[in-house]
């Protein structure tokens, strides 16, 4: 199975990432080029509508935030190129090349060898309202596997796929908060687990008659559930 699906399949946790260890070289954290080409381009393949995944830069050193990180693209043709990272550290705009895959030259941060990390977040688009249709839901899941198809190639008849969602509740609304759902047949409720976690497999028949979804405090968000 390519590292790549690996990756993916790997995401579905709250805060889904993926860290990668910083590179050394010198004194200063330093990632290929098509390492994080890779992520970048996983998540600019995705429908952002329907699956949020994006990439973040950030230091083991909790003195460090991620405004004070700044990374650029040392290539021996083209020069400097800075790379774009927000204050909270996700990187936009990541130039994808051929000629920079080719030379595949070092992605230099301004922090010491060791300390950076990279991640990637993968979580379903859904609005901060806290009633929405049962279709969110399956947009998500199927854009997971979309993206987790295209990776895997080949291999997509062997790589694990999505078959629900996990609902994350902060801590304090551990054995509180709710998920309902008004199906024809009734309506049916799902309570948080003591870590503030509802997993919930997708059904066919919900799908197809896409019923309102109804939470009963704010979430912190919903991922693709990979197990």
Do not use: W
């Not at 902060?170 to 008004?182: N, R």
């Amino acid at each position: 199975m390519n590292r790549i699906l690996i990756r993916l399949a790997a995401l579905a946790i709250f805060q889904a990432c993926l860290i990668q260890p910083g590179y050394a070289a010198g004194t200063n954290a330093v990632i290929p080029y098509k390492t994080v080409d890779d992520l970048c381009q996983m998540a600019d393949g995705v429908d952002q509508t329907k699956l949020l995944v994006q990439v973040f830069v950030s230091s083991k050193n909790k003195a460090v935030h991620p405004s004070d990180i700044s990374l650029a693209i040392q290539s021996g043709a083209k020069g400097t190129i800075p790379v774009q990272v927000r204050t909270d550290g996700q990187l936009l705009n990541f130039p994808h090349q051929k000629e920079l895959r080719r030379e595949n030259p070092s992605v230099i941060a301004n922090q010491p060898k060791g300390t950076l990390n990279l991640a990637i977040s993968v979580r379903l688009a859904i609005p901060d309202d806290p009633t929405f249709r049962y279709s969110r839901l399956g947009d998500g899941v199927a854009e997971a596997n979309k993206a987790i198809k295209a990776q895997a190639g080949m291999l997509s008849l062997l790589a694990p796929k999505a078959q629900g969602v996990i609902f994350f509740f902060p801590k304090a609304s551990a054995g509180k908060a709710k998920v309902e759902i008004a199906s024809v047949a009734g309506k049916k409720e799902y309570m948080a687990d003591e870590n503030g976690q509802i997993k919930l497999r997708l059904e066919k028949i919900l799908l197809a008659e896409n019923p309102e979804v109804k939470v009963s405090e704010k979430l912190q968000l919903i991922t693709p559930d990979m197990e």
